[in-house]
């Protein structure tokens, strides 16, 4: 009941398991959920609809971690492939405005897995449109992950001739270790 009734709820309740069997990596999608779609009726959708059990399973999963003494050693991100762009706009026949896709700002969630707790880096503009502090690529995001897993950032693999090709693209977002 604390992750909530749903089948997202239900997944990070999951993962929890998975993780407390010894399972290494675990990945929870909201699968094939067109309601976060939020092109029209955007924010009656995330009020009354979306974030409220988003949140209710997230904290949950943390609180979970947490009280079991795994949280340090289990890295928790949420990230979606995109923002929202932050002009809001009307659909044509839509009853109410929403958000399209939107690449140049968006918010990722870390936890646990030696991240620092409450950090904030980077902001964005007053529109909310671009960075305006600090801004961090896909590669950094990778690079963030690759050192909360402990990956030396001097790493490589090898391809058939023998040849390294290093991991780290990007470097990780210090700030939020500490």
């Known amino acids: 009941d604390n992750y909530g009734r749903n089948a997202f709820g239900w997944s990070l309740l999951m993962a929890r398991q998975l993780v407390e069997a010894g399972v290494k990596l675990v990945q929870v999608n909201l699968g094939n959920n067109e309601a976060w779609d939020t092109h029209q009726a955007g924010f009656p959708s995330l009020k009354n609809f ?15 971690l947490h009280d079991r003494g795994m949280l340090e050693d289990t890295l928790v ?20 405005p929403g958000r399209d896709h939107w690449g140049a700002v968006q918010t990722v969630l870390f936890a646990g897995g030696g991240i620092t707790g409450g950090a904030v880096v980077g902001s964005s503009d007053s529109n909310g449109g671009h960075p305006a502090t600090d801004p961090h690529s896909p590669e950094d995001f990778a690079a963030t992950i690759y050192r909360a897993l402990g990956i030396p950032q ?3 693999w090898e391809d058939l001739t023998g040849r390294p090709h290093p991991i780290y693209h990007g470097n990780p977002i210090n700030k939020l270790f500490s």
């Open 154 to 156: 001097d790493a490589h």
């Open 77 to 96: 991100v949420m990230a979606s492939e995109f923002g929202r762009t932050p002009r809001i706009f009307k659909i044509p026949k839509a009853k109410l």
């Open 50 to 64: 979306l974030l409220p059990p988003t949140d209710r399973a997230v904290s949950a999963l943390l609180d979970d």
